[in-house]
């Protein structure tokens, strides 16, 4: 019965794509995120989904940031992002991934958390 259920969830997240979202559909999402937060008493004329669309960019951002801050101890030197330890506004991490994805356009078929990753980890090397 479990394994049912877990072959259900699993066909379902993948029809909808959220499994499949990649670094286009991030810079899409991160787009109406930073136009969101630019034109804040215009007349930008957002609809629910682009509230919605803008809120998975940044739980996106939100999540990956939090998820490096909490391995930072035990991960390889390599792979390493040295974050700031004074942390970071969200709205300057959707922006350094926002730019990340449009200064790579060849990069965008990989996933969402990869290069939200690969961002932050251009923003914030190790020296």
């Not at 804040?40 to 669309?53: A, M, Q, S």
Request: charge should be positive; aromatic fraction near 6%.
């Amino acid at each position: 019965m479990k394994a049912w259920i877990g072959a259900i969830v699993l066909a379902g997240m993948l029809a909808s794509g959220g499994v499949m979202a990649d670094g286009n559909d991030l810079l899409r999402r991160c787009q109406i995120a930073v136009q969101s937060v630019d034109s804040p008493n215009t007349n930008l004329h957002l609809t629910p989904k682009d509230g919605v669309e803008a809120g998975r960019c940044l739980g996106m951002v939100e999540g990956v940031w939090s998820t490096l801050k909490i391995y930072e101890d035990v991960t390889p030197k390599n792979h390493k992002v040295c974050l700031p330890n004074e942390g970071l506004k969200s709205v300057q991490a959707i922006r350094i991934v926002d730019k990340f994805l449009r200064d790579n356009p060849a990069k965008l078929n990989e996933t969402e958390t990869f290069l939200t990753i690969l961002a932050f980890k251009q923003a914030y090397p190790c020296k």
